[in-house]
Each structure stands twice: as C-alpha cells, then as structure tokens.
C-alpha cells in the first residue's frame, strides 16, 4: 500500500514537473517571437529612414547640382574668348563691362597693379565673374575708363560679360564718395545676389567714388 501511494507521489511530481517545463518552454518561445517581432519593427523603421534619407539626399543633390549641369551644357556649347582677347600685355582677360548711360566699354583683367590699371579697369577681389557675390572692379578716373561714373544714377544699367560671351544686366542702387581707407564697399556679404562694385578715385585722390549696383531679373 505504501509502495503504490509513493508511486503516485512521483507520477503527480512528474506531471507537474512536466507542465512547469512545458510552461517555460512556452514562455521562452513567446520571448523569442516577441524579440524577432520587435526586431523586424525596428529594422522596418530603420529602413523606412535610410529610404528618407536616400531620398531627402537624393532630392538635395538634384536641386543643387541642376544648375551646376545646366551651366555646364551651356559651357559645352559655347567656345571661350570667341569675342574678346585671353589677354592684354600678359594680363588675363575675364571679362568685358558696358556702361550704355557714359558710354564706356573695357576689358576687365584678373589682375589689379599699376601696370594693369593703365591698359583696362581690373578686378580687385569677390567671386568668379558673374557668379553669387561682390564682383569688384577698379578703374581709373580718365574719361574713357570710369572717370564718369559718378554721374551714373539709380536705375542705370551695368553690362558685364564673361569669356563665353554671356552677359548678366545689373542695375545701380547706390552712388557714394568713401574715404582712401574704407574698404566696407568690397565686402561679399550679398545674400546670394550677384553684385558689382566699380571702384575709382576723385581728382587728387582725396575720396573714392563707390557705384554698387546688383543682377536685375527678367
């Protein structure tokens, strides 16, 4: 009788031992499915973020590099110096700027000496022709370079062309006599306008004469 009742004990142990096993086992695999669940979520949002991320910079890349293209199929179609010299005594020709108003017409050279200053007006510093900045250009006072250009007014119209022949039109908005020593006029502080700043002396090079002027649109 005792022997059948310590059978039983074993057998009840057992089934509970097998239930608690089975239980755990149970848990356990609840956990492993909950974590690969989990997983597939976060490595989804991972995901969905590399795609916005490819496509924010995917977008970005289109929108800055357009104009770069744009620009260069325009280069790719016109040939350089076509219709104005590579240089002039050794100075290399950037350009060429037209004041219909005084009637004026030069070269502009890349370099600005005492030299240079006598054979054309010549850029002093800023960006590449033409491009997003203060483009500034001295001259002397002689009638045939800017010795007039303090009679320029608001409104006038400033041609400046590159080496392909392309011309940007900008328009006059301030006229001003600076002291020798004030060189705020060259700052490139322009928020990304394309400016000019034509630079020449008075008689006896007491003040210099400052003509600001910026890219008009269509």
């Not at 690969?36 to 289109?62: D, F, G, Y």
């Not at 017409?105 to 022709?129: D, H």
């Not at 700052?187 to 394309?194: N, Y």
């Amino acid at each position: 009788m005792y022997i059948i009742k310590y059978i039983s004990r074993i057998k009840i142990k057992n089934i509970i031992l097998g239930l608690v096993s089975v239980t755990i086992l149970i848990l356990l695999l609840w956990c492993s499915i909950a974590e690969q669940n989990n997983m597939i979520t976060i490595t989804r949002v991972v995901n969905i973020q590399e795609l916005e991320n490819k496509k924010e910079t995917t977008n970005t890349l289109s929108i800055v590099g357009e104009e770069e293209i744009a620009e260069a199929r325009e280069v790719l179609n016109l040939k350089e110096y076509e219709t104005m010299p590579r240089e002039i005594e050794g100075y290399k020709v950037v350009g060429k700027i037209a004041i219909p108003k005084i009637k004026i017409e030069k070269y502009i050279l890349e370099q600005t000496t005492e030299e240079s200053l006598k054979l054309a007006v010549t850029k002093i510093c800023g960006p590449e022709i033409n491009r997003t900045g203060n483009f500034c250009i001295a001259g002397h006072n002689y009638g045939d370079t800017f010795g007039w250009i303090s009679s320029l007014e608001n409104g006038n119209i400033i041609e400046v062309t590159d080496t392909y022949n392309r011309t940007v039109n900008y328009g006059v908005y301030e006229i001003e006599r600076v002291s020798p020593y004030d060189t705020s006029c060259l700052s490139q502080e322009t928020s990304g306008e394309r400016e000019i700043t034509l630079v020449t002396c008075t008689l006896g090079a007491v003040k210099r004469v400052v003509v600001k002027a910026v890219e008009l649109y269509d």
